[in-house]
């Protein structure tokens, strides 16, 4: 009787501890699967046209979309900048001031480590901007950021690895300004000069301003070839000399300017004539080309 009693109190205690560990087990499980869901972050490498205070500013928009479970147990994502949250673009300018904004265009929250703070608010869609402030001014060249989105759910993390690249073109922008009201007329694009009695040596002066992002490439061509032309008699010529800055510039054959970067940069052009006592009488025109060529 007493061995009987023994063996039954030993199959229950057995009982008894495998089903605590079930129901352990039962308890994990549910919130393990109640925080899956689908996670895809899209970031354009194509800036948007968008008003702002700084005409040189390029805005590239992206979004992070959240599907399932997940979008219920996350509250925020966190946006890790591989470069630093100060300048998280680098390229042939070396890192760029640039920064993370909200869908809004408002500034992000940073965490301890630098990292941005987006929050989800329980959307399914969530819109972000990388704004670089001077983009549309960088030096020419690529131009790349890595970022990692990280989202974190009932002790799970799900990542996402995303770059941005952006070819920055070579640019060149110009005007001229007149240094002697009286003789020089500037319309736009357009610049009549008054070379005077060409009897005489005469000097007319522009200044140029360039601003550009490389090397910029200067060109000239003359309707007349360099002459300025008698315009009922086209037999009658008399020549002008172009220079910049002092040099000699010569039809046809490239003149290579170096801008500061990103300010402008201001270039004397001179229109020299040939001195002809003995000219015909009459009005002399010629038709020039100035071409500036970024590169």
Known sequence: MNNSLTRCSTLMCFGTLMCFVSLSLAA?????????GEFVVHLSSHPVDKASSSDNALWFQGYVELEGALLACSPQLVIHAKNGWKEP????????????????????????????????????????WVHVPQGKVLLSGQYQSDFEFKVKA?????????SLNYQVKPFVRARVESRQGAHVSVSGTNVSIDMGNLTEKNQRQLDVIVVSNGSVKLELDSLNQGDMVNVKN??????YATSLNGQPLRLNAPFYLRPHQQRETRFRLQFENTPMPSAREGRYEDEMTIMLTAF
């Open 154 to 162: 009932a002790g799970h993390e799900f990542r996402r690895a995303v």
């Open 234 to 239: 086209a037999r009658y010529k008399i020549p």
């Open 89 to 128: 673009i680098i390229g042939p300018q070396g890192a760029v001031a640039s920064s993370l904004l909200d869908g809004q265009r408002k500034s992000l929250h940073r965490d301890q480590r630098g990292s941005f703070i987006l929050p989800l608010q329980g959307r399914k869609r969530s819109e972000f």
């Open 28 to 36: 994990v499980e549910p919130a393990t699967q109640v925080c899956q």
